[in-house]
T-cell receptor, first 118, second 114 residues
Framework: AQSVTQLGSHVSVSEGALVLLRCNYS??????LFWYVQYPNQGLQLLLK??????LVKGINDFEAEFKKSETSFHLTKPSAHMSDAAEYFC????????????????FGQGTILTVHP | KAGVTQTPRYLIKTRGQQVTLSCSPI?????VSWYQQTPGQGLQFLFE???????NKGNFPGRFSGRQFSNSRSEMNVSTLELGDSALYLC?????????????FGPGTRLTVT
């Protein structure tokens, strides 16, 4: 079964600084990976996804993530943090199995709360 | 195109009661997945429906059930509510044709069990 580990439950950066949120996955097959953001009292919004087309994935609001198979990582970055980026971020892996398909299940990491201070 | 909608947004129930939550997917999406979000357990998958059929189920007791209608709208039901069922319940819709398709989430229903 797939699993996801997000390193750091809280990350704090200054406005304008680089944002780096870490995600490592465990999977016996090539994974499909996603990053979502959740603002208070809202649902999850998709930032970007990796489905093996390209290892560097660009998403909305200048976020991007790089898939590194050798490190089993899919870290999320943004060159310059804005105050509006303050939220909780979730890395997720799509659940499927070789020889069959397990539909509709995303396995999420525990989330990383990003704080941006002036 | 309208997003995923969930009703009601907030709900307060008493232990032992039952509750039904509703989810309307994005137009054209045939897959609806349900998740439970709590501070302690995080986001956990409940089940997924596609064309009125449950294709996948998470590790939740039988008190949690769902269904999907021919217009792809979905409901989930929790019977004999327990205090631990207090959570944000999220539904997500997708084209559902395979696992590469992204899921789009609704705003959630906040359930409080007293």
């Amino acid at each position: 079964a797939q699993s996801v580990t997000q390193l750091g439950s809280h990350v704090s950066v200054s406005e304008g600084a680089l944002v780096l949120l870490r995600c490592n996955y465990s999977s016996s097959v090539p994974p499909y990976l996603f990053w979502y953001v959740q603002y208070p009292n809202q649902g999850l919004q998709l930032l970007l996804k990796y489905t093996s087309a390209a290892t560097l994935v660009k998403g909305i609001n200048d976020f991007e993530a790089e898939f590194k198979k050798s490190e089993t990582s899919f870290h999320l970055t943004k060159p310059s943090a804005h105050m509006s980026d303050a939220a909780e971020y979730f890395c997720a892996v799509s659940d499927f199995s070789v020889g069959g398909t397990s539909y509709g299940k995303l396995t999420f990491g525990q989330g990383t709360i990003l704080t941006v201070h002036p | 195109k309208a997003g995923v909608t969930q009703t009601p947004r907030y709900l307060i129930k008493t232990r032992g009661q039952q509750v039904t939550l509703s989810c309307s997917p994005i137009s054209g999406h045939r897959s609806v997945s349900w998740y439970q979000q709590t501070p302690g357990q995080g986001l956990q998958f409940l089940f997924e429906y596609f064309s009125e059929t449950q294709r996948n189920k998470g590790n939740f007791p039988g008190r949690f059930s769902g269904r999907q209608f021919s217009n792809s709208r979905s409901e989930m039901n929790v019977s004999t509510l327990e205090l631990g069922d207090s959570a944000l319940y999220l539904c997500a819709s997708s084209l559902g044709l395979d696992s590469t398709y992204e899921q789009y989430f609704g705003p959630g229903t906040r359930l409080t069990v007293t």
